[in-house]
C-alpha cells in the first residue's frame, strides 16, 4: 500500500485478531502469499478501505475459507450490549458494547467486512426495552430472531459477552415488524437504583429522567448530571 499509515492502522487490527501479516513494499514480493490487502486490483488481491473492515476481510482465510458463507450475531441487550460473532460455526469475535446505539453500527460493519451469503441476528429475550430498541434498529434490514434466554440459562456462566454467545448457537423466533417499546413502572425504578449506585448513593434521579434513559435519548451519566443541576439550583 502507498499509504503507510493506512497500512500501519491495518497491522495494528490484524494483530489484535492473532492474524498473521507481513508488511511489503514491493509488489513482486507477492507472489507467496495466499491473500493480499491492497488498494488496487489484481491476483489474489482483497480490496478494503477500513482497518475493521480488511482485518474482516480475511479473517476467514484462518479457517480455510475465502469467505464465511453465514455469520450468526448474537446479542444480550442489556443497556451495554454483549456481542458475539459467529462465522461458519466458528466464534471470530466477541464484544461488549458502551450502549445499544453502537448495535446497528456494529452489525453493518460486520455485514460489509465479511460479506456472508446470509447473516442472521439472534436477540435475547431478558431485557425487553433494551430488546425491542435493537430489534427496532435492525428489523427492516436483516433477518432478527428473538431467542428465550430461559432455554439457555444453564449454559451460560457470565451475563453479556457470555450469554451472547449461547444465544448466538440457539434458534429463535423470527421477527417481522418493528415492536412496541413499553417501559414499565420497574424497569424506570431499576434505572433510577442504578442512579443511585452510580452517584454513590448521593442522587436518584426523577421518573422523567428515567424515562429518557430507556429511551435512549440521554445516557445515565447524563441523567444524574441534570439531577445534580437541579439540587444545587
Known amino acids: 500500500m502507498k499509504d503507510f499509515r493506512f497500512a500501519y492502522r491495518i497491522a495494528l487490527e490484524l494483530q489484535k485478531r492473532s492474524i498473521p501479516y507481513e508488511l511489503l513494499r514491493d ?3 507477492t507472489r507467496n502469499f495466499e491473500v493480499i490487502l491492497s488498494e488496487s486490483p489484481g491476483d489474489n488481491f482483497v480490496i478494503c478501505h477500513e482497518p475493521e473492515e480488511c ?6 482465510y484462518l479457517y480455510g475459507k475465502k469467505r464465511f458463507e453465514r455469520i450468526i450475531v448474537g446479542i444480550d441487550p442489556g443497556p451495554k450490549p454483549g456481542v458475539a460473532v459467529v462465522g461458519d460455526g466458528n466464534f471470530v469475535e466477541e464484544v461488549q458494547l458502551s450502549n445499544v446505539e453502537e448495535v446497528r453500527n456494529f452489525v453493518d460493519k460486520v455485514y460489509r467486512g465479511y460479506s456472508p451469503d446470509s447473516l442472521v441476528i439472534r ?9 425491542n430498541r435493537i430489534v427496532n ?6 433477518r432478527v430472531e428473538i431467542v428465550n434466554e430461559r432455554n439457555t440459562s444453564e449454559a451460560i456462566t457470565n451475563k453479556d459477552v457470555e450469554s451472547a454467545k449461547v444465544i448466538a448457537f440457539t434458534r429463535g423466533r423470527i421477527v417481522r415488524n418493528k415492536l412496541n417499546v413499553v417501559i414499565r413502572e420497574g424497569y424506570l425504578k431499576e434505572i433510577q437504583r442504578r442512579s443511585r449506585i452510580r452517584s454513590e448513593g448521593k442522587i436518584t434521579i426523577s421518573r422523567e ?3 429518557e434513559v430507556a429511551l435512549g435519548k440521554i445516557s445515565l451519566e447524563d441523567a444524574i448530571s441534570r439531577m445534580r443541576g437541579k439540587d444545587e439550583e
Open 55 to 60: 482485518a474482516r476481510r480475511v479473517h476467514s
Open 137 to 142: 434498529s435492525l428489523v427492516e434490514d436483516y
Open 209 to 211: 429522567l428515567a424515562r
Open 123 to 131: 436477540i435475547g429475550d431478558g431485557d425487553i426495552v433494551n430488546r
Open 27 to 29: 509488489e513482486k514480493e
